[in-house]
């Protein structure tokens, strides 16, 4: 059964792709790295082969069950995993060293923007794959608007859209599913949601189709301007 929006109090967010620009934050430093090794690879197209990869080793992670190595390793290993794909020769240090840019990452401006209108009715929380510090550092100091609460997958040691990430949610929260909101710009996220009995609010700001099942978001949106819109005209 669909739950009701009227019943929503909570607004969970995914941070890596929803809330903060991976790609207007990253490339720019996957350029500078591929200069310095003098490697002739395009930043954009390498950046779009690590994204891919991690979320395969962030799957394995979890499918394997083989110990939760997080989310900071799990881009490592892909870095370096799409680095020989591109035939670029590294260093750890340097790896390393790019790894840094996960600290400095900016939110979209219709984030900033949504997520100010946003926290005027609603709590606020951001449910993440990343690492419990580098959650919390972003949350607290590269996004102005002001999260309630930051959790991290590190509690249960599994990679959304694990089932287990969305009821420790719930239970940290003390809300009952139906009570919080997932919105998410990756379709796996609402999925995992849905499934657990939140509701949903897809903002597919990179014109993607939703997945092909029936536990459908509650209402898409282009951008977090229109996910404001959308709830607070209720």
């Known amino acids: 059964m669909q739950p009701s929006l009227e019943r929503v109090s909570t607004l969970t967010f995914d941070m890596f792709g929803t809330v903060l620009d991976l790609s207007g934050s990253i490339v720019p430093a996957v350029r500078d790295f591929l200069a310095a090794a003098g490697a002739e690879a395009d930043a954009s197209a390498v950046w779009a082969d690590w994204r891919t990869r991690q979320r395969l080793e962030?799957?394995?992670?979890?499918i394997l069950m083989l110990g939760?190595?997080?989310?900071?390793d799990s881009a490592r290993r892909a870095l370096q995993h799409t680095l020989k794909r591109h035939r670029v020769a590294y260093t750890a240090d340097a790896v390393s060293d790019l790894l840094q840019v996960f600290e400095r990452l900016r939110p979209f401006d219709d984030a900033q923007a949504g997520l100010l209108r946003l926290g005027e009715r609603y709590r606020l929380v951001a449910l993440s794959n990343g690492d419990r510090g580098l959650v919390e550092h972003l949350a607290?100091?590269?996004v102005e608007a002001k999260f309630d609460r930051s959790l991290s997958v590190d509690?249960?040691?599994r990679f959304k859209p694990h089932p287990s990430v969305y009821r420790m949610a719930a239970g940290e929260l003390q809300c009952e599913p139906g009570e919080i909101m997932m919105v998410a710009a990756h379709a796996f996220d609402i999925l995992g949601a849905r499934a657990c009995g939140y509701c949903g609010a897809y903002v597919n700001r990179y014109g993607l189709p939703y997945e092909d099942?029936?536990?459908l978001p509650d209402f898409e949106v282009r951008d977090f301007n229109e996910l404001a819109d959308r709830l607070l005209a209720r």
Not at 58 to 62: E, K
């Open 58 to 62: 962030q799957h394995q992670d979890t």
């Open 68 to 72: 939760h190595r997080g989310y900071l």
């Open 140 to 142: 607290a100091n590269n």
């Open 155 to 157: 509690r249960v040691g």
């Open 213 to 215: 099942s029936p536990l």
